[in-house]
């Protein structure tokens, strides 16, 4: 499985982005995939994820901003980013469970295969 992200930019406060993520050598789209982040003197966090069936989670400070999305046909995982606030700033990373799982969650260890990151920074 190999993950590639794109899409970050420098954006004021208020602004939109979205993010993509194109993941090769994954065919059925079983398990789950999510986009975490790592901004500045911080531990890398969970952002948001979707699962097999659909189903989304996000963290609580991005609820209502954030949308999570994937278009099997072109092998790309979404987050589209809107009332972007400085705090969002960081690295953001597309990681990938490829394995049958009844629930997706935003904990690092169940992600096996992860992408190099896409830069986000927001101005105030």
């Known amino acids: 499985v190999h993950v590639v992200e794109s899409g970050g930019d420098s954006v004021q406060a208020g602004g939109s982005l979205r993010l993509s993520c194109v993941v090769s050598?994954?065919?059925?789209?079983?398990?789950?995939l999510a986009w975490f982040r790592q901004g500045p003197g911080h531990e890398r966090e969970g952002v948001a994820v979707i699962s097999n069936s659909d189903t989304t989670s996000y963290k609580d400070s991005v609820k209502g901003r954030f949308t999570i999305s994937k278009d099997k046909a072109k092998n790309t995982l979404y987050l589209q980013m809107n009332a972007l606030k400085p705090e969002d700033s960081g690295l953001y990373y597309c990681?990938?469970?490829?394995?049958?799982?009844?629930?997706?969650?935003?904990?690092?260890?169940?992600?096996?295969?992860w992408g190099q990151g896409t830069q986000v920074t927001v101005s105030s």
């Open positions: 050598g994954y065919r059925h789209w079983v398990g789950c």
């Open positions: 990681a990938v469970n490829p394995y049958f799982s009844l629930q997706c969650s935003l904990g690092e260890s169940g992600f096996p295969y």
